[in-house]
């Protein structure tokens, strides 16, 4: 990146961006998030922001094709990106249908199936939460969808998945259009992430202008970004190839037993649902999660509180009351997540110094 | 920012973002790009991904203003994702009336003047174009505006000007509500710039989500970049103050004499307009741009054609032939920008290179 800041500083579209191979890097940054993905070369990358941006634009997208009489699925536990464009839309008079989410963190597909007919044209679904971690049923869902609604433009929000775990554009994204991403969230660069486009389906850009990336996202190519998270999706993706994604989850696991050790009445949220492999989402009945997290800063321990988005927000989490948590319960919820860098020794040092604090 | 990305890489919104301080690095920068354009306090600095989201953002909600019986003013010389964000509303049936330019480069007054009436709800005036250079006369437009439409919401695109030459919202840009700009023009990085929200004006955002930068730009915030852009913005600042910006357009004019020495019937756009201090557009009749530009590179100089948005297009310069210049003309022009860094004899030695290249 410091080298794309410092002398390779040229516009990727002047002239002289392309004599230097500036197109090559970005070709490579969408080649390796191909790979880290599973996708083909037709799924198209197109970069953002972050996927915050990819989810605004993807939600126009859906509101751009739903004339009247059809309408708009989501879930109830949508990043709110997703929840807040969408309730601006019912604001419009958009209609939208929200998926419940059941008491293990994962949505209701028998409520799905209640919900879905065949004006549905535009579905957005998570793929893995952001707090829960809770990875969803998105290729039942998605069956679901493309029986009833077969021309439903699909697109999920991926952001706390790839990365963290293998996932494929051939496997259980195989049926998803759209696909949000973002660098941060796998040891890449802030400020960037992106919008996968498949099976030739075309969308209105949601930031038009000078025409860059096939003009479905214009401004000036971020290039030291894109030549950061190009790293970090190789690095992520032999990781995973590896198989250190496992080794996260049976730490991940190890801590968690050992937080029961100490603390018997911990309750984790989305224990009996499949899990992204370095979350862990819990809460100690009696400890305030603001008090907890920044004892935890004391002791030089990063953890959330809910999400980041919202750690400054007075409420606890809306989906762990969607789930059936009281609101106590809620408002006692921390989020451990580990990198790919965490060990086992890290993790029970934290357990026990927490302990020591809250004894 | 390489510490930003390296060891203080905390989500500002969490937790431990807070208690390290980054809150104080978005406030220094806010301060910092103050200083730069003469802001006050209340102005409202937002950070977005640059001035192409910026611009399309002041679009949209410009064309949320819009009701029925009222129309936007833009001119025909605006940046694309001006342009072309307000042609995509052109075909929803919104009202654009487009000021024309004269020979000069700068917009016609007389003409603007006979379009605006009361009904004129939003307008969008850059304020120096980002291939001649040429300062509009954004202060008279303004005026003329609120005199006839009190209630119109006025953007102006000042990412060519911003960092380049002493601008004052005080002064020039007293009567404008939202300031587009890009980090990247002022040595900044890529993929940060801003849009500023001055006289109390309240806004949709475009970006919706996390709540964050007061729920008018959520997403992550982008702390490396928005140390970067804070750093250039002082550095930039300091320049300006030292005059340096006199002594860049006094360089410029000694290198147009000195390319007029070499290439007699050359001819520079906006020549006779104020102009930014760094920029010169021209073009030698028979020469082609393209050719120009690659045996430019071929010397280690990297000039433009046109905007670096468009060098891969085939079309010349579009504001050129409506300034009243021919396709011919057109198809050879070039643009030549210096940098705080560039000396007199760079450019006169740039400028005898190419006369030996077209002897």
Known sequence: MTQFMTSRFWNVSS?????????EIVESAKAAIRTLIGAE???EV???SGATESNVWAVAEGARRCTSCRWILSSQIEHPSINESLENLQKQGVEVRWVPVTRNGTFDLNKLADLVDYNLCFASLMFAHNETGVIQPLREAAILIRERAPQCLIHTDATQAIGKMPVSLLDELSMVDLISFSGHKFHGPKGIGGLIIRNGKTLQPLICGGGQQQNLRSGTINIPAIAGISAAATKCGKLLQENRHISIQLIRDKFEEHIRLH???VFILGKQAPRLPNTSFWGIPGIDADDFVYTSATH???IGKGSACSAQSLKPSHTAMLMGYSYDEASSLVRVSSSFDTSLNE????SDKI?????
């Open 300 to 302: 030089g321990i990063v």
């Open 15 to 23: 002239a002289y961006g392309q004599l230097d191979g500036l197109e």
């Open 41 to 43: 070369p037709n799924d």
């Open 263 to 265: 603390f018997p009445d």
């Open 46 to 48: 197109i970069f953002t």
């Open 355 to 359: 302990h020591e604090s809250y004894p």
């Open 347 to 350: 993790l029970i040092d934290f």
